[in-house]
């Protein structure tokens, strides 16, 4: 029989059972405290109080994940089951897809109807802005108003690949804050500066101060390789801050330095999978499940254990994007 509190059941793949499990009502509480790496006797049961939803926030959420891709196709089910069993248990699944034009905007609200746990976003990503035309802006308007659709993006500036021209990129992006703003959705900001520059960031965080930030919606700075002062004029403007597995690379000093000094409840964690899989899983694809390497280093850097993080930033999750408001 699972572990049960005040009514909810916690199948196998989301609890460890501790050692002094009583397997009654209270053993959810110390399934619980298993988690979050302590033990407690029956006898100081009657000092611990938890409610159902904070129970079921104490696991993981990837914030960030591409699962619309062929890359996942031939194991897409197993990928959901494997991040369930490492205890993730929320995922935001982006929206750019293959662009505009291309009939696969709709594909992470497709996911997100399909997965209890799954939230999705929509948006035309700045590599394809010169791709986007009146039609694709229109169905993106459409598909945010899918309840499950919690965020516009990710969208912003990317100056070191250049696909789009870059008086194209902040155009789209522009756009696109106006369309966020009309839909009430926070927005998720992607930003890559040239090489040994700070251009992007620059042109990002302007546009941001004289457009977006009086709408009082913030948004997300995603997968951030940024330095701490970027770090600093985001939190200023009310954005979140978003760590990936590229944190656990040896040259990453300055996302770990941000990492550092980013208050714990102005904090997510994410995978941006497929890409950028962390240390010990650098090379392969990566996946959802591996977000639990990112909290593992952030919690070194803030000498808290990885459940620990999971459960803040699960938990700053839940409140920023309202998801509590609306159980």
Same mark, same amino acid.
């Given at each position: 029989m699972h572990p049960t509190f005040r009514g909810w059941v916690l199948?196998? $793949?989301?609890?460890?059972?501790?050692?002094?499990?009583? %397997?009654?009502?209270? !053993?959810?509480?110390?399934?619980? &405290?298993?988690l979050l790496g302590n033990?407690?006797?029956?006898? *100081?049961?009657?000092?611990?109080?938890?409610? &159902?939803?904070? #129970? #079921?926030?104490?696991?993981?959420?990837?914030? *960030? $994940? *591409?699962?619309?891709?062929?890359?996942?196709?031939?194991?897409?089910?197993?990928?959901? =089951?494997r991040a369930n069993e490492a205890g993730v248990t929320t995922i935001l699944a982006i929206g750019n897809a293959d662009g505009p034009g291309t009939d696969t905007l709709d594909c992470a609200?497709? #996911? =997100?109807?399909?997965? %209890?746990?799954?939230? =999705?976003?929509?948006?035309?990503?700045?590599?394809?802005? =010169?791709? $986007?035309?009146r039609?694709?802006?229109?169905?993106l308007q459409q598909l945010a108003r899918d309840p499950k659709v919690i965020a516009w993006g990710e969208i912003g500036l990317d100056y070191f690949y250049d696909h789009s021209p870059r008086d194209v990129q902040q155009k789209v992006f522009l756009q696109q804050t106006e369309m966020a703003r009309s839909a009430k959705l926070p927005i998720i900001i *992607? &930003?890559?500066?040239?090489?040994?520059? %700070?251009?992007?960031?620059?042109?990002?965080?302007?546009?941001?101060?004289e457009n977006w930030a009086s709408s009082g919606l913030g948004g997300v700075l995603h997968c951030f390789t940024g330095t701490v002062e970027h770090a600093r004029a985001a939190l200023d403007l009310g954005f979140v801050i978003s760590f990936a597995g590229n944190i656990t690379y040896p040259k990453a000093q300055n996302i770990r330095d941000a990492a550092s000094i980013v208050p714990l409840d102005s904090m997510f964690i994410e995978t941006d999978c497929p890409y950028l899989a962390p240390v010990p899983h650098r090379g392969e694809r990566n996946e959802p499940a591996y977000v639990v390497e990112t909290a593992r280093q952030i919690g070194t850097l803030r000498r808290l254990s990885p459940e620990e993080i999971?459960?803040?930033? !699960? %938990?700053?999750?839940?409140t920023f994007f309202r998801l509590k408001e609306s159980d």
């Amino acid at each position: 029989m699972h572990p049960t509190f005040r009514g909810w059941v916690l199948p196998p $793949a989301q609890w460890k059972k501790p050692s002094n499990c009583c %397997e009654k009502q209270s !053993s959810c509480i110390l399934m619980t &405290c298993a988690l979050l790496g302590n033990q407690f006797p029956p006898q *100081h049961l009657g000092r611990i109080t938890l409610t &159902c939803r904070y #129970l #079921l926030s104490l696991m993981y959420t990837d914030s *960030h $994940a *591409h699962l619309d891709g062929k890359r996942f196709n031939a194991d897409r089910t197993e990928v959901f =089951a494997r991040a369930n069993e490492a205890g993730v248990t929320t995922i935001l699944a982006i929206g750019n897809a293959d662009g505009p034009g291309t009939d696969t905007l709709d594909c992470a609200v497709k #996911l =997100a109807q399909q997965h %209890e746990g799954v939230y =999705a976003t929509v948006g035309i990503h700045p590599h394809e802005a =010169a791709l $986007a035309k009146r039609e694709d802006f229109d169905q993106l308007q459409q598909l945010a108003r899918d309840p499950k659709v919690i965020a516009w993006g990710e969208i912003g500036l990317d100056y070191f690949y250049d696909h789009s021209p870059r008086d194209v990129q902040q155009k789209v992006f522009l756009q696109q804050t106006e369309m966020a703003r009309s839909a009430k959705l926070p927005i998720i900001i *992607h &930003c890559r500066p040239s090489d040994n520059s %700070e251009n992007a960031w620059e042109d990002l965080l302007r546009l941001i101060r004289e457009n977006w930030a009086s709408s009082g919606l913030g948004g997300v700075l995603h997968c951030f390789t940024g330095t701490v002062e970027h770090a600093r004029a985001a939190l200023d403007l009310g954005f979140v801050i978003s760590f990936a597995g590229n944190i656990t690379y040896p040259k990453a000093q300055n996302i770990r330095d941000a990492a550092s000094i980013v208050p714990l409840d102005s904090m997510f964690i994410e995978t941006d999978c497929p890409y950028l899989a962390p240390v010990p899983h650098r090379g392969e694809r990566n996946e959802p499940a591996y977000v639990v390497e990112t909290a593992r280093q952030i919690g070194t850097l803030r000498r808290l254990s990885p459940e620990e993080i999971g459960r803040r930033t !699960s %938990e700053n999750f839940q409140t920023f994007f309202r998801l509590k408001e609306s159980d």
